[in-house]
């Protein structure tokens, strides 16, 4: 069993940046792959970045590229979500989520993801 837990989300204003944090308790926590994904009010929950069980492979989705960065510590068990340029349109909640992948790839959908935390809000005023 891992418990994941969100922090780090508030209010800033478009062109600010933030970070969010996820803490992964329980074991083994280099063997699962990370995601960060957010949920709009009235929308489906939708992909923002993963990374491999090493770190070594990162992915994105096409509206955080080049502003969103994710990284992990697997000696501290957690992971980040440094996210820059923000916009209004990526206010919502943002949750982070573990998947035990043994084949060591890197799913982007959330029903591949086998953990999540409760979410943090992140609203971008204009």
């Known amino acids: 069993q891992v418990q994941v837990v969100e922090s780090g989300g508030g209010l800033v204003q478009a062109g600010g940046s933030l970070r969010l944090s996820c803490a992964a308790s329980?074991?083994?926590?280099?063997?699962?792959?990370m995601g960060w994904f957010r949920q709009a009010p009235g929308k489906e929950r939708e992909f923002v970045a993963a990374?491999?069980?090493?770190?070594?492979?990162?992915y994105y989705a096409d509206s955080v590229k080049d502003r969103f960065t994710i990284s992990r510590d697997n000696a501290k068990n957690t992971v980040a979500l440094t996210m820059n340029r923000l916009k209004p349109e990526d206010t919502a909640v943002y949750l982070c989520?573990?998947?035990?992948?043994?084949?060591?790839?890197?799913?982007?959908?959330?029903?591949?993801?086998?953990?999540w935390g409760q979410g943090t809000q992140v609203t971008v005023s204009s």
């Open positions: 989520a573990a998947d035990l992948n043994l084949s060591g790839s890197v799913a982007l959908r959330p029903d591949a993801y086998d953990y």
């Open positions: 329980g074991r083994s926590f280099s063997g699962y792959a």
């Open positions: 990374m491999s069980r090493s770190g070594g492979r990162t």
